[in-house]
């Protein structure tokens, strides 16, 4: 059923979404077609991970799917890269083919089979650290195998449907989203009790606040402002969002999206001077600035890109701000995205550290840290978020489902997860602490689930908002 | 008929040793090159973003710990796996075994001469299990002179080519049984070429092993020459297949493959991305 209520330009986007998808059909020769042009754009780095693995297997355990099934280590989910590999690019492949594990999908199963693969993987990274040959299988599995599948119209909805509305720039025409945008600015600056920054042309610091921050935690997008205001820096923030949560289509592995989008976030950057840009998003956002960025632009963007954990620790030891000591027993669970992905580890401890004498690590810190198992699109396959987003968007939730297969492959993937965030809430529960603080809405929203569906009472608080509580 | 390099051709020992050695070299090197070519041809610049420094500090142990990790996940996770895969095969078979077995060392010395430095320096293993326990059994003093002439000294209790060939043995037959259960299992990632590579590391143990017993196989009570000929011939014969196979295979891993990756990760993620 589609509202009629939504603006003519969100529901071409809607429709755009919708025309990618396609959960039933099969068509050879794209898929031919995808798997020649996907390959063809390997680099030195991927064909060492394509052509070097051993399948020696040890990465398995490391994977927050593995225990839901052996078929789910990172090892066996990324082989079936390398057998289209093996068929498309090597002579011996093409020429001995399945006595060489060398084979292409050829029907619609294999592309179902494929597309489950691809969501029981977070990109977390633990197979990369812990792989003898340093192979990131995430990267096979995420950088191939996702954009096979999502091209050829295995894509949830929901992500087709956002991937098109922030490439398209009309999330903030869907009237409930701007207003929780404008709902939380506006009670950021009654808690700032002063107009906000918007805009401010050569600023220190520019706030990067996308619409799925303010969606997901509103209290660390107040707080990091109230952080930024007490320090005396000269900052600003967007007056509106640039976008939802870029690059989504990074996600489902529309590069050419993910370029867009990151192009035109720059672009509107840039062009106010800042010197810095702060990330509140720990997860996917954070290591797409920060690193990835450069690669897209062909050159380092006109400002540093800090997480808002890092500019906190920067501000404490210059002593900007000041925080109460409590004694709360809290820890820190580390995005994958953050910390195994782009290196932050250390920063959101000490700062954490400042904050409480309560604080304790988790057993599994740090470069060995726990996936939560919502990564990598996962957070997003479950019914409550398809019913909560078709909620916003005033559609029906049956809008958002292609149809009873991809209902059937949605509540696979939840049930899947449940298993996965079993070892994640155990990690918690041993740590003995009260309070989970971390940086990413999926681990947020992934932790908080995982804790009520096994019993355990916690409370998981974004870091910025932890420390604006503290503020003194 | 005499070679021109010497000895004749006329079993497998020889064709193994003045033959196919350099029939199984040149496939290695132009396998080796094909295999670094197709890396390098697919190398792409691009615009990397500025590394986080954490310091030399950080840079060494990351490096440290980006070979170490692994192992010390495999312990906890897989300990049967690592005590087979990485301390049978791996320590105690590839790096002893292959190159400092006396045997061995006197072999590769006559294709690459400066290679009887280890002979020299007595950094080789003995063969026998025998005559290396005599090194803390016998009561004539002092032992290591008599029965080892190496810098081991009551190590070779356990390091010599006896004992580590019946590890590695162990070892593979292991991992073989591994792969056989995985693919029982219906894993998509156990591969035909891992039976065939692990198969021949086997044949070679097994061949190796059996030639340095000087195994009768027949009843007499005297030695076989020919059979032992036989049977070394096989076991070289291996070995140079293994060699001329090594860039087509997992054996790669060695040459290029594991180092490669290893300093792969620590440059991009403890290096670049400065995880410590």
Known sequence: MMATQLPPKVLEAIKEGLSKVDWEGFDKSKVDALIAEILGKVDAVQLHYLENCVGCAACAPACPYYVVGEEYGPVEKAEHARHMYRKEATILGKLLGPLLNAKKPSKAEHLDMLVELVYRCTNCGACYVNCPFGIDSGALIKGLLAPLVSRAGRIPVLMAVFEAAERKRVFMDIPALRQIWQDVMAKAEQALGKPLPYDKEGADYYLMVNLADAMFYPGAVIGAMRILDKAGVNWTLPKEPLAFRPPIGAVVGFGDSAREVMSFVNESIEKLRPKNVVVLDGGFVYPWMRFQLPKVLGRRPSYKVLHITELVVQLLREGRIKLRRTDDPVTWHDPCQLGRRAGVTKEPVEALRAASSGFRLLPHHGAESYCCGGGGGIGCLSMQMIEMMAKLMGVDSSMLLSGEKEKEFILKTQEAWSIAVKRKIDDVKKSGAKTVVTACPVCMHSIEGGAKLYGLDIKVVHFAEYIAERLE | ?276
Do not use: C
């Open chain 2, 1 to 276: 008929m005499v070679e021109p390099l010497g000895g004749s051709a006329g079993d497998i020992y020889s064709f193994a040793v003045y033959r196919f050695f350099w029939v199984a070299l040149a496939i290695f090197v132009f396998g080796s090159v094909y295999r670094l070519s197709k890396l390098v041809l697919r190398w792409r610049r691009v615009v990397k973003a500025e590394p986080r420094r954490r310091g030399a500090g950080a840079a060494i142990v990351g490096l440290i710990r980006t070979f170490l990790d692994p192992i010390i996940f495999s312990i906890k996770t897989k300990p049967y796996d690592f005590l087979a895969g990485m301390v049978a095969l791996h320590l105690l078979g590839v790096i002893p075994l292959i190159f400092l077995l006396a045997h061995h060392v006197v072999f590769f010395a006559y294709w690459f001469p400066p290679y009887r430095l280890i002979a020299e320096k007595g950094i080789w293993i003995p063969l026998s299990m025998t005559t290396s326990t005599l090194e803390i059994t016998s009561p004539i003093y002092p032992a290591s002179t008599h029965f080892t002439e190496t810098i081991w000294g009551p190590l070779v209790v356990i390091l010599n080519g006896d004992l580590l060939a019946l590890l590695a043995i162990l070892g593979v037959t292991f991992k073989l049984g591994v792969k056989v259960m995985e693919q029982a299992h219906g894993l998509q990632h156990v591969r035909w070429s891992d039976y065939f590579s692990l198969g021949l590391l086997l044949f070679i143990l097994v061949t190796g092993y059996a030639a340095a017993r000087h195994h009768p196989l027949t009843d007499s009570t005297t030695l076989d020459v020919a059979q032992y000929r036989t049977l070394l011939g096989l076991h070289i014969l291996g070995a140079e297949i293994l060699l001329a196979i090594t860039p087509f295979s997992k054996f790669w891993h060695f040459v290029f493959g594991y180092w490669y990756g290893k300093l792969h990760e620590w440059y991009d993620v403890r290096l670049q991305k400065g995880l410590v």
